[in-house]
């Protein structure tokens, strides 16, 4: 079976610290704000404690406040807003193109958005299937759940796939299920569940040879 490579998306696939993300929190915030009639200081705390207590801040607000998903979703994710904040990055599209086996986006954003941004970014072409956190049904990274969601919706087996994450966190339970995995950091160290590290996403292309040899997978 090809090989199959999960990627996250923001921080991943595109740099969204600096603009994207500040945007979307600022969003979150006013969502909270509006709905729930708090000050801007409560609708943050409210929000930080929710995204750490569940994981993110959507579980929060649906257990406690009966929000639905694809409101929040919407609301806090405008294209309109998002996509001229995008920075396109160099030689990711020629990396996916040229990457053996079958690449896939498996991200806690909304699908609208993950689509939008691939799009956008001229990645979707080279992209087998696009997951957004309702196509995990609402169980996001790091969840187990929602890997198993994928591996199933794809039809793959995990030991086949290969795990591509900035978020440390997210890769834990990639590899207890049997993935390999790459972490996109700066820091040198890494954990034992990081079976390899890059400082930058097209480092891959050379790391991909070194993945399939460690492998019995036919590329």
């Known amino acids: 079976m090809a090989l199959t490579w999960l990627f996250d998306l923001d921080n991943t696939l595109h740099p ?8 979307i929190n600022q969003q979150m915030t006013a969502f909270i704000m509006a709905e729930l009639g708090l000050d801007e200081a409560e609708a943050h705390r409210l929000r930080q404690h929710y995204w750490q207590r569940y994981g993110a801040t959507l579980h929060g607000l ?13 609301s806090t994710h405008p294209l309109s807003a998002l996509l001229p904040l995008l920075e396109k990055p160099a030689g990711v599209g ?3 193109r040229y990457l053996p086996g079958r690449k896939v986006v ?10 939008a941004v691939t799009k956008k970014l ?9 997951f957004g956190v309702e196509c995990l049904r609402l169980r996001p990274k790091p969840k187990q759940a929602a890997y198993l969601t994928v591996l199933h919706r794809l039809g793959v087996r995990a030991v086949d796939c290969v795990m591509v994450e900035d ?3 997210n890769l834990r339970p990639a590899k207890q299920l049997g993935m390999t995995t790459v972490w996109l950091h700066q820091q040198p160290r890494r954990p034992p569940y990081v079976d ?19 492998t019995t997978i036919v590329v």
């Open 106 to 115: 498996f991200s806690n954003g909304p699908k609208h958005y993950v689509e």
């Open 167 to 169: 978020t440390v966190e």
């Open 62 to 74: 649906q257990r406690h406040h009966a929000i639905a998903a694809n409101h929040f979703l919407t």
């Open 94 to 96: 020629q990396l996916l």
């Open 122 to 130: 001229g990645l979707h072409p080279h992209l087998l299937a696009h």
């Open 196 to 214: 390899y590290r890059i400082t930058a996403l097209p480092q891959l292309a050379r790391l991909s040879l070194r993945i399939a040899k460690q």
């Open 16 to 23: 969204a610290s600096s603009r994207v993300f500040p945007y």
